[in-house]
């Protein structure tokens, strides 16, 4: 099993940023991407951005030139930089990895961190 811890989220002004972190722990044997979705109240989880083990990204169009990803592939940590905050990004966010055992691909999600954007 693998378990995701993620930090950071909070209360901000529109125009702040904050960085949420996240780390993969437990029984892990090999990273191959990571990556943050995010939930609002009473709509669809939804993709912000994702980063391969090779640091290939994807955002969200909503996102891009303000949100940044990275990870650390020697922590099995991702990170995700929110500049130029809006009240339409406060939802919960949550982080995903996937893990390749043996050619197989298992998900694991963490336990979401809220990130309020009050205008």
């Known amino acids: 099993q693998v378990q995701l811890v993620e930090s950071g989220g909070g209360l901000v002004q529109a125009g702040g940023a904050l960085r949420l972190s996240c780390a993969a722990s437990?029984?892990?044997?090999?990273?191959?991407?990571m990556g943050w979705y995010r939930q609002a109240p009473g709509k669809q989880r939804d993709l912000v951005a994702t980063?391969?083990?090779?640091?290939?990204?994807n955002y969200a169009d909503s996102v891009k030139g303000r949100f940044t990803i990275s990870m650390d592939n020697a922590k099995n940590t991702v990170y995700l930089q929110m500049n130029s905050l809006k009240p339409e990004d406060t939802a919960v966010y949550y982080c995903?990895?996937?893990?390749?055992?043996?050619?197989?691909?298992?998900?694991?999600w963490g336990q979401g961190t809220q990130v309020t954007v009050s205008s």
């Open positions: 437990g029984s892990i044997f090999s990273i191959n991407a």
């Open positions: 995903v990895a996937d893990d390749v055992v043996h050619g197989i691909l298992y998900e694991y």
């Open positions: 980063i391969s083990s090779r640091s290939r990204t």
